[in-house]
C-alpha cells in the first residue's frame, strides 16, 4: 500500500513544511495544518470538494 505524502486537505502544504494533524472520517485518513483546523470547525463548508463529506458536517459557532 502506497500511501500518498501527508499534506494539508486545504493547502497542501506537506509534513515537511508544517505540523499537519491527522484526522480520520469515513474509514480514510486526512491531515489538515493548524492554519486550516479552523476552517474544519467553523467553517467546513470551505472543505467541500476537499474533503469527501464535508457538505454533511455542521459549523461548530
Ligand atoms: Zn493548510
Redesign the pocket.
Known amino acids: 500500500m502506497s500511501d500518498p505524502k501527508a499534506k494539508?486537505l486545504?493547502?497542501e502544504?506537506t509534513m515537511d513544511e508544517i505540523p499537519l494533524v491527522a484526522i480520520h472520517y469515513r474509514d480514510q485518513q486526512y491531515w489538515?495544518?493548524p492554519?486550516?483546523m479552523p476552517l474544519l470547525i467553523h467553517n467546513p463548508a470551505e472543505l467541500v470538494g476537499r474533503l469527501p463529506g464535508a457538505e454533511k458536517l455542521t459549523p461548530h459557532p
Open positions: 494539508c486545504y493547502c502544504q489538515i495544518c492554519s486550516h
